[in-house]
């Protein structure tokens, strides 16, 4: 009686199962960079509305009304940490019965504007005219450049307003930060019929502060790589290979191109130059120098029978 036979089960294997596994794994890789991909974009937009909103907040000190009074509507130009000082662009406009009209902005008397500047105290806004955009210079106090990104600063933005015979004008301003460098944020704001008082705090914007921090990361991790290629140059005796010393002399010109990218300008001996930019070029120097030494040994008894390299 024959003998039942036995069916090979290894013959129906589907032989494009392994390439059909690796395309399958490939597309949920894939996939899955995709999505991590697109969140990391989407809260960086979602950081970025949320940093210019903040940046853009407007301000506003003073009382509203109907009768007589000065409106400010300032905005910040720029900070300047090397000149300590705040630059405003400064419109006044006439409201009330300090106006022909308030459409047309004409003063209908003169009216002297106090300044936080220590340069011009004072402008004065003569009758029948439109006040003119004025340029305020503010100084900046209480802070240190060379704590650069973490530095600080405040500034005090002091208004008042009288006319010729010394009656005071009651003052009112619209505050808006322009400068896309630093945060500007309120810390008090008084309000009498003497004049106004708006104090201020001063910091490097979250994309300053954020860039700063990656600058230093990436200074740390190009010096760590130059010293990773030159430890292996040595340990395995290659000698001076030319291509890799090319690029670790390169970085040690990079490390400086990229110190001086830094936004804002910090000057040489702040915190990130101790953090970060010193350590990584002594790393760097000290790496190539060491590859270059053990590769002119090597070099140099490379045929020589009597030195084993």
């Known amino acids: 009686m024959p003998e039942p036979s036995v069916t090979d089960q290894s013959a129906e294997v589907d032989p494009i199962t392994p390439t059909r596994r690796r395309i399958r794994r490939s ?48 905005r910040v130009q720029r900070v300047d940490v090397a000149g300590e000082e705040m ?35 004072s402008v004065t806004l003569e009758k029948g005219t439109i006040p003119a955009l004025q340029q305020i210079n503010v100084p900046l106090s209480d802070g240190t450049p060379t704590d650069y990104p973490f530095d600080r600063y405040f500034a005090d933005i002091v208004w008042a307003a009288s006319t010729d015979d ?21 810390r008090s704001a008084v309000a009498a019929t003497q004049g106004i008082l708006l104090e201020t705090q001063i910091g490097r914007s979250r994309g300053t502060f954020i860039l700063a921090w990656f600058m230093m990361a990436a200074m740390w991790a190009m010096s760590l790589a130059v010293l990773g290629g030159a430890s292996v140059m040595v340990r395995r005796r290659m000698g001076l290979v030319w291509p890799g010393m090319a690029w670790m002399a390169a970085t040690v010109f990079a490390l400086v191109g990229l110190r001086n990218a830094a936004p804002g300008s910090p000057p040489i001996g702040s915190v990130i130059d101790y953090a970060a930019f010193f350590w990584a ?17 090597v070099e140099h008894h490379r045929d020589d029978p009597r030195v084993s390299v």
């Open 166 to 186: 010394g009656s005071p004008i009651p003052v009112a301003m619209d505050f808006e930060n322009r400068d896309p460098f630093f945060s500007i944020h309120p």
């Open 87 to 121: 630059v405003l662009s400064v419109l006044p406009s006439p409201r009330g019965a300090l106006a022909t009209d308030e459409a047309t902005g004409e003063l209908t008397q003169n009216v002297r504007l106090y300044t936080p500047s220590l340069a011009q105290n």
């Open 281 to 297: 070029e002594a790393v760097t120097v000290a790496s190539v120098a060491w590859a270059a030494v053990a590769g002119v040994h």
């Open 27 to 74: 597309f949920l890789i894939s996939v899955a960079v995709g999505l991590v991909g697109a969140a990391l974009v989407a809260s960086g937009i979602l950081a970025y509305i949320n940093e210019r909103n903040d940046r853009q907040h407007l301000s506003y000190v003073g009382t509203a009304g109907q009768g007589a009074r000065l409106e400010l509507t300032v």
